[in-house]
């Protein structure tokens, strides 16, 4: 067998394994740890806009993520690693989920996760440079997620909910950040309300 044809089977072998759920893990260990500001808007089924605000994104491998939306209704999500906190300061109230407790509510948790039993439970499409996430399981009542890129740099993200609205997050000023900042740490102010719905908790 020639050079040749060793080299074109290669090809071949390395682009039938090649899928979009692979590509996108591709281009998510490009930047595994990152911060950047987003501008967000919400539209309805009738793309008529509902909703605008501005927030802080960050994400970093393994598990940890970050979205403080600032205005117009402030709210965070933080994941630590092993827990989700949604903390809402208007009602002083905040929610603990366990990481897959989060994946089963939103996909968009996998872009910090690698967990293969995981990304199965989704089905993942390319198209322009957009991958599409999306449940499986057609009663999940799990939102659809989409995530843009520009080369290998996130440049927006998508999010179709249950009742037709859409939200999307426009990413600029990004900067490379430590896996283990401050920002993944949730610290509950004193005297919130604390709903915790992790397995086993008492």
Request: aromatic share 8%; hydrophobic share 45%; charged share 15%.
């Amino acid at each position: 067998m020639t050079k040749f044809s060793v080299l074109a089977l290669a090809l071949v072998a390395a682009s039938a394994a090649a899928t979009p759920a692979t590509e996108l893990q591709a281009k998510l260990d490009v930047n595994p740890a990152f911060s950047a500001t987003f501008q967000q808007t919400v539209t309805d089924a009738n793309n008529k806009v509902i909703q605008s605000g501005t927030g802080t994104l960050a994400l970093a491998q393994p598990n940890r993520f970050y979205w403080h939306l600032a205005e117009p209704d402030e709210s965070l999500i933080v994941a630590d690693g092993q827990d989700v906190w949604i903390y809402n300061p208007f009602a002083e109230e905040a929610t603990v989920l366990t990481l897959d407790q989060a994946i089963a509510t939103s996909p968009m948790t996998l872009l910090v996760h690698r967990d293969a039993a995981s990304w199965q439970q989704f089905d993942i499409t390319e198209k322009s440079g957009c991958f599409t996430i999306a449940p499986k399981a057609t009663d999940s009542g799990v939102q659809q997620v989409s995530v843009c890129f520009n080369g290998q740099q996130l440049t927006e993200i998508s999010l179709n909910d249950n009742q037709s609205n859409i939200s999307r997050f426009r990413l600029t000023e990004q900067h490379a950040i430590a896996a283990d900042d401050g920002l993944f740490n949730f610290v509950a102010p004193e005297g919130i309300s604390i709903d915790d719905q992790r397995h086993g908790a008492q």
